[in-house]
């Protein structure tokens, strides 16, 4: 595996264990609803550790809902390789106490981002207008994020950026991540007006934003050439050290494309190494290190 202080860090995969007596879904879940059996930090590994890769921010699974068990155990294992990403509810019908203290706790294992969902995710709306984030959930997590420099990271597309630019503006210091480039091309189109409202949330100084899952966007066939435009055009707009990339490994569902996951890999690392020339070398040394280092290992 690469040197620890020189390998590439992938911003963004899920985990989850085969051992389900030790770590039990979240009751609601059945075998049925995952992807594959399991996908442990060592699968991973083995497809992208002789990549380069050697360091991971794991998003905490949908099935395992807010426990956290498995991915603080993983961190505690390696806190030098590994960081987290979890899921705190801002808005519940039930009493689970302060999102901002769950935040803080949850820091102290490894996890320093959450993750948010946009109004168009299968999120349950606080009321009809556009202002979904209306609530004091949010306003806390928000706050929390800017005094304690943990990240919000948000599963959201392009109709959901009126309303996060509005928190921007309102909590400017809280570190904010778009993930999966907000899905633009997830149905095969790159439409003008998604990207420019993107770039123009780049007006912010501490929204970053995760580039990839390749696989999922545009033609989705390998080697992903035409997700290029909308890379150089986010990268653009953000700089490369507000930009980092992310594999969504192992972006396996039923069906998905046939995907092979050690080509699907290779392929979008070497979009970034290989094929994008626009690119210098330390434009890509901050994609695929410097900038996931500063938010998540640097603390």
């Not at 959450?114 to 949010?138: A, L, N």
């Not at 309303?163 to 991540?177: F, K, S």
């Not at 040394?285 to 410097?290: A, E, I, K, S």
Request: proline share 7%; net charge negative; with cysteine.
């Amino acid at each position: 595996m690469a040197d620890i202080q020189n390998s590439i860090i992938d911003a963004h995969i899920h985990i989850w264990a085969a051992d389900q007596e030790a770590y039990p879904l979240a009751p609601g879940f059945v075998d049925s609803d995952l992807w594959i059996p399991s996908y442990e930090p060592q699968d991973h590994l083995a497809i992208a550790g002789g990549l380069g890769v050697g360091r991971i921010n794991f998003v905490q699974m949908t099935w395992y809902g807010t426990d956290h068990s498995y991915i603080l155990d993983q961190i505690a294992a390696a806190p030098d390789r590994f960081v987290g990403t979890g899921i705190v509810p801002a808005v519940t019908d039930i009493d689970v106490g302060s999102p901002g203290n769950t935040m803080i706790a949850l820091s102290k294992g490894g996890i320093y981002a959450f993750r948010m969902r946009g109004r168009s995710w299968h999120r349950r709306p606080i009321s009809d207008g556009p202002q979904w984030m209306d609530h004091h959930g949010h306003a806390e997590m928000f706050e929390t994020g800017a005094e304690h420099n943990l990240v919000l990271s948000f599963l959201a597309e392009p109709s959901d950026l009126s309303e996060i630019d509005r928190m921007c503006t309102l909590y400017p210091e809280t570190p904010v991540i778009i993930d999966h480039l907000c899905r633009i091309g997830i149905d095969g189109r790159f439409p003008d007006e998604d990207i420019r409202a993107l770039c123009d949330l780049s007006r912010h100084p501490n929204v970053y934003i995760k580039v990839g899952p390749f696989q999922h966007l545009g033609s989705k066939v390998r080697p992903y050439l035409d997700v290029l435009p909308l890379v150089e055009r986010v990268i653009d707009a953000y700089g490369p050290d507000r930009c980092m990339w992310e594999s969504d490994s192992p972006a396996l569902r039923p069906g998905n494309y046939n995907a092979d996951p050690e080509q699907d890999f290779a392929a979008s690392l070497a979009l970034i190494r290989d094929h994008a020339d626009f690119l210098g070398d330390s434009d890509k040394h901050q994609l695929l290190q410097g900038t996931a280092e500063r938010l998540f290992f640097e603390r």
